[in-house]
């Protein structure tokens, strides 16, 4: 899967490490921002109010 | 670096290709696959990662000592699970980190948000409204109405209660459940906090021991709410700790009240712990012979909704705020042993 990947960025080695860093970015910013916000309230972690 | 073919059906593991000797007759040119010779003699498969983490063949490369290895579907497959698991591993961590400190700083800023929403309109109606001063709450969802202090967990303990009990209100702050008492009315003023993350405003609830104030700021008055007794202390009160000044004004409560503690662990199901007399939703007592309570609900344990923390505080002084002097603050809210 990451070599499947890393040999489909284009460029030199320099320009692959920081499209793959742009590409981890974007991901946990997805994660944080979007997923996360949304997986949380099905979580049995912090529920806090009774009745 | 050494190149393992695959084991062929009904050979030998470990068995690989010999090149047969050398035959002095022979006149065509021979392909000898495990030792290409220079290009246009070898079989150069398309680019793949092999399996050594290297990627496609590298023609630079002594060929005698790295061939390019064929396509290795079970290897593929193989590999590309452990990488989904690894993936998976570091997509919790993250949630972890997501949960624990992220939801800190997002709910930093909606409280900080929420606080000085509050001030600036505490600050307008001192001027606008003047001498008209009463209690008045401006209660909307997610907005704030009011303070909470709790000295005993710090001086700089602080957070803004907003009204409303649901997700998205609790990440701003402490929640008061909608419809119970208001600050210093009697009844139940009950109010939810997050224990871990969303800048866990009741992290240290369990921390707070009987008589710890719990000191609630209105636009005009401050209240100050006493943890009651807990279940150990009832017994010996009167004797034991009730007899220590900060204990003043509280003590077991009688009456419909008989048998409340301090603090209790229960069921997240029992949302009578926050009825105006707590555990007995069906009690309909009149205004007038109603305690004044203040209930603090939280999760527990921690990273866990199988229980629920509860605090139970009644309300032993008041003091309505002095609009020429704005700063000052109750003594209660020095006591922070």
């Not at chain 2, 701003?172 to 109010?191: E, K, R």
């Not at chain 2, 010996?236 to 009456?255: D, E, I, R, S």
Request: hydrophobic letters at 40%.
């Amino acid at each position: 899967m990451y070599g499947w990947i890393w040999r489909h960025l284009p460029g030199p080695t320099a320009a692959k490490i920081a499209e793959a860093t742009v590409l981890v970015l974007g991901i946990v910013a997805l994660l944080m921002f979007v997923v996360f916000p949304w997986v949380e309230p099905l979580l049995p972690f912090n529920q806090v109010t009774t009745g | 670096m050494s190149y393992d073919p695959p084991p062929a059906a009904g050979r030998p593991a470990g068995w690989r290709p010999r090149p047969a000797p050398e035959q002095p007759t022979a006149f065509l040119p021979k392909i000898d696959v495990l030792h290409p010779g220079p290009l246009g003699t070898q079989f150069i498969p398309e680019a793949e990662e092999d399996d050594t983490g290297r990627i496609g063949p590298e023609i630079g490369d002594d060929p005698v000592e790295s061939p390019p290895p064929p396509k290795d579907t079970a290897r593929t497959v193989v590999r590309s699970f452990g990488e989904l698991f690894i993936t998976a591993g570091m997509v919790i961590l993250l949630f972890v980190v997501y949960e624990v400190y992220w939801t800190d700083l997002i709910s930093a800023g909606k409280q900080n948000q929420a606080t000085s929403s509050l001030d600036t309109q505490w600050k307008d109606q001192d001027t606008v409204g003047g001498p008209q001063r009463g209690t008045h709450y401006d209660l909307a969802e997610g907005k704030g109405f009011a303070k909470i202090y709790v000295p005993a967990l710090g001086a700089d303990y602080h957070f803004t209660i907003v009204e409303g009990t649901t997700d998205a209100d609790l990440d701003i702050g402490p929640g008061h459940y909608v419809g119970s008492a208001l600050p210093g009315q009697p009844g139940d003023f009950a109010v939810a906090g997050h224990r871990v993350g969303k800048g866990a405003p009741f992290n240290d609830l369990d921390l707070v021991s009987s008589c710890d104030a719990v000191v609630v700021e209105t636009e005009t008055d401050w209240f100050v709410y006493r943890m009651l007794p807990t279940t150990d202390e009832v017994a010996g009160w009167a004797a034991g700790k009730g007899a220590q000044p900060q204990c003043k004004g509280v003590a077991p409560l009688g009456g419909p009240y008989a048998g409340l503690v301090g603090q209790e662990t229960v069921l997240p199901s029992q949302g009578d712990v926050i009825a105006p007399v707590p555990h007995k939703q069906d009690l309909q007592l009149p205004a007038g012979q109603q305690a004044s309570l203040m209930t603090l609900t939280t999760c527990t344990p921690k990273f866990s909704a199988s229980h629920r923390l509860i605090l139970h505080t009644v309300l032993t002084n008041q003091y309505a705020k002095d609009p020429k002097q704005p700063d000052k603050v109750p003594p209660e809210l020095k006591e922070t042993d």
